[in-house]
């Protein structure tokens, strides 16, 4: 009796045999590994596609580098967009100053008319004396000419703000206000069209007229305050309510 032996390529009762690999062949051709999986008949298995395995995480890593650079270069597109813009634009000229508050203003230079009574010696060294330290302007009123007795009068602004050096002393009543500017006391009196200011502290007396349309009129006296100081000595019967 003849013996029949096997090899390891006989099929098996599926019509499959086992290759000398270990692999199986199927009936269609295709060679089955040990595990299961099945490849083509000339034993060489596609390569697996690396866009397939790549990491989830490295796409994510990729998208948002894109995205952080897109977010850098539009601020600095921007910007360039505005320094062009700026450069293309012309300049807008500098709006004019406008004037100042202190500038001096539109006067007639016609000279002011005003008295000039006769002094004694010592008057009128005190008025010299004062009328030479007076300042060019009082605010913005420029000082004028006068008519007469340029040494004891002094005029300002048009209409004129009149400063005079000597003559007889006003009387008033005792209870009228008395009023301190810079160390000088001022006695105040009204009339239609101005306000008359007299020294009641000093040896000469000294009296501005401060037409109506100036309002304030002790505040047109601090300069002519502070020169009188300077150069017109206290004297006189100082009332009560004059604090210096």
Same mark, same amino acid.
């Given at each position: 009796?003849?013996?029949? /032996?096997? @090899?390891?390529?006989?099929?098996? &009762? !599926?019509?499959?045999? !086992?290759?000398?690999?270990? /692999?199986? *062949?199927?009936? $269609?051709?295709?060679?089955?590994?040990?595990?299961?999986?099945?490849?083509? #008949?000339?034993?060489?298995?596609?390569?697996? &596609?690396? %866009?397939?395995?790549?990491?989830?995480?490295? !796409?994510? +890593?990729?998208?948002?580098?894109?995205?952080?650079?897109?977010?850098?270069?539009?601020?600095? /597109?921007?910007?360039?967009?505005?320094?062009?813009?700026?450069?293309?634009?012309?300049? +807008?000229?500098?709006?004019?100053?406008?004037?100042?508050?202190? @500038?001096?203003?539109?006067?007639?230079? +016609?000279?002011?008319?005003? #008295?000039? =009574?006769?002094? %004694?010696?010592?008057?009128?060294?005190?008025?010299? %004396?004062?009328? @030479?330290?007076? =300042?060019?302007?009082?605010? &913005?009123?420029? *000082?004028?000419?006068?008519?007469?007795?340029?040494?004891?009068?002094?005029?300002?602004? &048009?209409?004129?703000?009149?400063?005079?050096?000597?003559? #007889?002393?006003?009387?008033?009543?005792?209870? $009228?206000?008395?009023?301190?500017?810079?160390?000088?006391?001022?006695?105040?009196?009204?009339?239609?069209?101005?306000?008359?200011?007299?020294?009641?502290?000093?040896?000469?007396?000294?009296?501005?007229?401060? =037409?109506?349309?100036?309002?304030?009129?002790?505040?047109?006296? =601090?300069?002519?305050?502070?020169?009188?100081?300077?150069?017109?000595?206290?004297?006189? #019967?100082?009332?009560?309510?004059? *604090?210096?």
């Amino acid at each position: 009796m003849d013996e029949i /032996t096997t @090899s390891s390529s006989a099929l098996d &009762d !599926d019509g499959t045999g !086992d290759a000398a690999d270990g /692999t199986r *062949q199927a009936a $269609d051709g295709t060679r089955q590994a040990a595990d299961g999986t099945r490849g083509p #008949a000339d034993g060489n298995r596609e390569p697996a &596609d690396p %866009a397939a395995a790549a990491p989830a995480g490295r !796409d994510r +890593t990729i998208r948002g580098a894109a995205l952080l650079a897109t977010l850098i270069a539009l601020p600095v /597109t921007l910007l360039v967009a505005v320094l062009a813009f700026t450069k293309l634009t012309p300049d +807008t000229p500098a709006a004019a100053p406008s004037p100042s508050a202190s @500038s001096a203003r539109v006067q007639s230079t +016609t000279p002011v008319q005003m #008295a000039a =009574p006769a002094l %004694a010696a010592r008057p009128a060294t005190v008025c010299r %004396a004062l009328l @030479s330290q007076l =300042p060019a302007s009082i605010r &913005d009123l420029a *000082q004028r000419p006068v008519t007469a007795g340029p040494e004891q009068n002094a005029a300002y602004g &048009d209409p004129a703000l009149t400063v005079a050096c000597g003559g #007889a002393e006003p009387t008033f009543p005792s209870t $009228d206000e008395v009023w301190t500017v810079n160390r000088v006391c001022w006695h105040l009196a009204e009339q239609a069209d101005a306000a008359v200011l007299s020294t009641v502290d000093r040896e000469t007396l000294i009296t501005v007229r401060i =037409p109506r349309s100036y309002e304030q009129p002790l505040q047109w006296v =601090p300069t002519i305050s502070s020169t009188i100081v300077a150069t017109v000595p206290s004297g006189g #019967a100082i009332p009560s309510g004059c *604090q210096r």
